[in-house]
């Protein structure tokens, strides 16, 4: 089954807002921006303002959609494919941006959240997802 979602790139100068999570079958540690499910009926940009205000209690200003990436992966074992509605947004409360971490409630527990440069990605040993995402916000 192909799972749509919409994720947020939220930008703080040269740092993206990512959770931290891990896959134990390939003993990686990796990140993505925040976001989740697209709910049946629910439109891209509903979903991703729900998701964010879900995850981390936050309201996101000046809203666009970026691009649309075609994901297939493998997570623990498991073939995965998602449609990434990917989004670029603000935060509303201005003081989020002078938090160091936050915690990121996820359906199955709560992930690690915190703000990371773009040039610390490396998609072999840190990486950043989905694919291509990461060449997408490094281009000029």
């Not at 297939?72 to 971490?101: M, N, Q």
């Amino acid at each position: 089954m192909i799972r749509p979602i919409s994720i947020c790139v939220i930008r703080r100068g040269d740092e993206i807002l990512v959770f931290e999570a891990r896959d134990e079958k390939r003993d990686l540690t990796y990140y993505r921006p925040l976001g989740g499910g697209i709910e049946f009926g629910e439109r891209s940009d509903d979903a991703v303002r729900r998701e964010l205000h879900e995850e981390i209690g936050a309201e996101l200003d000046e809203l666009r959609l970026l691009t649309v990436i075609e994901n297939l992966f493998e997570l623990e074992g498991k073939a995965s494919h998602e449609i990434v509605f990917v989004f670029e947004a603000t935060l509303a409360d201005p003081s989020l941006y002078d938090r160091h971490t936050f915690v990121v409630t996820e359906e199955t527990g709560t992930l690690p959240g915190y703000w990371r440069r773009l040039a610390d990605f490396d998609m072999a040993s840190s990486p950043l997802y989905p694919e291509g995402l990461l060449e997408y916000l490094r281009r000029p």
